[in-house]
């Protein structure tokens, strides 16, 4: 069983920049992708971005220009850069391994507010 730990969420001014973390708790072979989605409460769950093994991504049109997603094959991890962000973004993201299975991170919050 894989577990993935998130972080480095919370809160932020509008225009301000965040940087969301996930590693996954064991090695994790073969060709797999990792992607970030977000979801407010009471709206389905929507992919942020997505990389994949060998590192070409893909972003969701809200986020273009703003979040780059990267990953560390060697360590696991992936990573989300949030800049300019507005309140929109405000959501509680989360971080997925997307191989043979899925595995989900428990979620971690963005709150944008002044």
């Known amino acids: 069983q894989v577990h993935i730990v998130e972080s480095g969420g919370g809160l932020v001014q509008p225009g301000g920049s965040l940087r969301l973390s996930c590693a996954a708790s064991?090695?994790?072979?073969?060709?797999?992708?990792w992607a970030w989605y977000y979801q407010v409460p009471g709206k389905q769950r929507d992919v942020v971005a997505h990389?994949?093994?060998?590192?070409?991504?893909v972003y969701g049109d809200s986020v273009r220009g703003r979040f780059t997603i990267s990953r560390d094959n060697a360590k696991n991890t992936v990573s989300l850069q949030m800049t300019n962000l507005t309140p929109e973004d405000s959501a509680i993201y989360y971080c997925?391994?997307?191989?043979?299975?899925?595995?989900w991170g428990q979620g971690i919050r963005v709150t944008v507010s002044s």
């Open positions: 997925a391994i997307l191989g043979a299975n899925i595995y």
């Open positions: 064991t090695e994790i072979t073969g060709d797999y992708g």
């Open positions: 990389i994949t093994f060998s590192g070409a991504t």
